[in-house]
């Protein structure tokens, strides 16, 4: 398993928790950035990591104040379906019915152990494919 972490300045400390515990898991891990909790502007840095998730079809997890500006910039980019995760049911679903390849979190919103553990539920979900796929092959498609 691979993944792509990406962050604006607010998400940094909560980036750097979850990178150590991807870490630990043993989990191989390209951080893209930010690198500081120096103020930054987070579209390029979204953009730069959601091209390593497609580039390896991987997994990407993002981070910033709220993680809503940093989904809508993920989600900019074609083939990606970023969903922020703000709970145990928005994260199971985020998967299971929507297929995201990418989990935005909040790191205002989110203590470190709910990060934790949304992570584990992102990485642990299955897909459940069938009538959602539809709707997944819908969104693909350019107006």
Known sequence: MHIALASDHAGYPLKEVIKAYLNEKGIDITDVGTFSDESVDYPAIMRKGCAVVLEQDSIGIIFGGSGNGEAMAANKVRGIRAALCYNEETTRLAR?????????????????????????????????????QRRIDDLETSL
């Open 96 to 132: 299971a019915h929507n297929n995201a390849n990418v989990m935005s979190l909040g790191a205002r919103l989110t203590d470190e152990d709910t990060a934790k553990k949304l992570v584990d539920i992102f990485l642990e979900t299955d897909f459940d494919g069938d009538r959602h």
